[in-house]
């Protein structure tokens, strides 16, 4: 066996004992879908055909406890079972892309970060654009947040300042504070490269307070980390004082569990946007269209900010001061590593 055929039947495997235990509320559990018809006629034909189909997976980055949240609520207005695998944004693209390139897709819809990996994901027919697939209503959805590859954004996700709350008496007020030689080695940084959105965001904090800023925060001599999860997760330990990217949600949920752990939402600021894909392939094709419809609708995009945390383009919880994120150009990202000291 190959080494790439070999790598891609461990992620197959790994993925499948994953998805096990990550399903939603099924069974005698599962909350009773309205038998009340629906109006439109194409809409109710979709939602028995899903319903015959039974189950939906979904791939997301979003916090596990939003996705099963969405789940849930999706299950009690449609009857349709969901199991929800969530991954950072890298390992989920990796996961969908080696299956999809095996052509053992198990995902039927994907919540990940609009990235370069969309555009891949196209290519190579693995996804099957939002806007060619006869979704109930779609023309209801808000023209600017479909990207001309017919993705449309389904949540924007403003970066936060996390911090330690038994280390610091009050929230910070500027993003300046990473830079404060006091915090020196108290640092949790996820690296640039990351995430598309993380390097917006430094691009946009040298429009805002210059090049010296990053180079400051360098010599504070930050943790560097692979994810948001694990410098959030460190602070809440007590392992640093600042972390750096913060999601919302995430804070949410250590909060939750009584770690001294809160997030400070401040501008300017941008952060991921992610985005609705539907598999090609979907082996639930009909509960896949289904849910596409749900999130995009009013009702189910808004229940995605209120769980989330973050920004709807139906109007929720929009942020004073964000700014849309756009590609980094190369020798921007190289200036901010270099800055960095990578």
């Given at each position: 066996?190959?080494k790439?055929l070999?790598a891609?039947?461990?992620?197959l495997a790994a993925?499948?004992?994953?998805?096990?235990g990550?399903?939603?509320?099924?069974g005698d559990?599962?909350?009773?879908?309205?038998s009340?018809?629906?109006?439109?006629?194409e809409?109710?034909?979709?939602i028995?055909?899903?319903q015959?189909?039974?189950?939906?997976?979904l791939y997301?980055?979003?916090?596990?406890?939003?996705?099963?949240?969405v789940?849930?609520d999706?299950?009690?207005?449609?009857g349709?079972?969901v199991?929800?695998?969530?991954l950072v944004s890298a390992?989920l693209?990796?996961?969908f892309a080696?299956?999809?390139?095996?052509?053992a897709?198990q995902a039927d819809?994907?919540?990940?970060?609009y990235?370069?990996?969309y555009?891949?994901?196209f290519d190579n027919?693995w996804?099957t654009p939002?806007?060619e697939?006869?979704i109930p209503d779609?023309?209801a959805?808000?023209?600017?947040?479909v990207?001309?590859d017919?993705?449309p954004?389904?949540?924007?996700?403003p970066?936060?300042l996390v911090?330690n709350s038994?280390?610091l008496?009050?929230?910070?007020?500027s993003w300046?504070?990473?830079a404060?030689p006091e915090?020196?080695?108290e640092l949790l940084?996820?690296e640039?490269?990351?995430?598309?959105?993380n390097?917006?965001?430094w691009s946009?904090?040298?429009?805002?307070?210059?090049?010296e800023?990053?180079?400051?925060?360098?010599a504070?001599?930050?943790?560097?980390m692979?994810?948001?999860?694990?410098?959030t997760?460190?602070?809440?330990?007590?392992e640093?004082s600042?972390?750096?990217?913060?999601?919302y949600?995430i804070?949410?949920t250590l909060?939750?569990?009584?770690?001294?752990?809160e997030?400070?939402l401040l501008?300017p600021?941008?952060?991921?946007?992610i985005?609705?894909g539907i598999?090609?392939?979907a082996p639930?094709?009909?509960?896949a269209?289904?849910?596409?419809?749900?999130?995009?609708?009013e009702?189910?995009?808004t229940?995605?900010?209120?769980?989330?945390g973050?920004?709807?383009?139906y109007?929720?919880?929009?942020v004073?001061?964000?700014v849309?994120p756009?590609?980094?150009p190369e020798d921007?990202?190289?200036?901010?590593?270099e800055?960095f000291?990578?």
């Amino acid at each position: 066996m190959t080494k790439k055929l070999a790598a891609t039947a461990a992620i197959l495997a790994a993925a499948a004992l994953v998805l096990t235990g990550c399903g939603g509320a099924t069974g005698d559990d599962r909350p009773a879908a309205s038998s009340t018809p629906v109006e439109d006629p194409e809409l109710q034909a979709l939602i028995e055909a899903a319903q015959e189909e039974g189950t939906l997976t979904l791939y997301g980055i979003p916090d596990e406890r939003v996705l099963r949240a969405v789940a849930e609520d999706f299950t009690a207005k449609y009857g349709v079972d969901v199991t929800v695998l969530r991954l950072v944004s890298a390992d989920l693209s990796q996961r969908f892309a080696a299956e999809a390139d095996a052509g053992a897709v198990q995902a039927d819809n994907i919540l990940l970060t609009y990235s370069p990996f969309y555009a891949e994901a196209f290519d190579n027919d693995w996804l099957t654009p939002v806007t060619e697939a006869d979704i109930p209503d779609f023309d209801a959805y808000p023209a600017d947040y479909v990207e001309e590859d017919g993705t449309p954004i389904v949540s924007m996700v403003p970066t936060q300042l996390v911090y330690n709350s038994e280390a610091l008496d009050e929230a910070p007020d500027s993003w300046e504070i990473y830079a404060d030689p006091e915090f020196e080695g108290e640092l949790l940084f996820a690296e640039p490269a990351t995430s598309p959105a993380n390097l917006a965001f430094w691009s946009l904090m040298i429009d805002e307070y210059g090049e010296e800023f990053l180079s400051d925060i360098a010599a504070n001599n930050p943790t560097w980390m692979n994810s948001a999860v694990n410098t959030t997760q460190g602070v809440a330990a007590g392992e640093g004082s600042l972390a750096h990217p913060g999601v919302y949600a995430i804070v949410e949920t250590l909060k939750q569990e009584g770690a001294p752990v809160e997030a400070a939402l401040l501008g300017p600021t941008t952060g991921p946007e992610i985005g609705l894909g539907i598999s090609a392939d979907a082996p639930h094709p009909n509960a896949a269209r289904l849910f596409a419809h749900y999130l995009l609708s009013e009702e189910g995009n808004t229940f995605l900010a209120e769980e989330s945390g973050g920004s709807s383009p139906y109007g929720t919880n929009l942020v004073e001061g964000w700014v849309r994120p756009e590609p980094v150009p190369e020798d921007r990202a190289q200036l901010i590593n270099e800055l960095f000291g990578f």
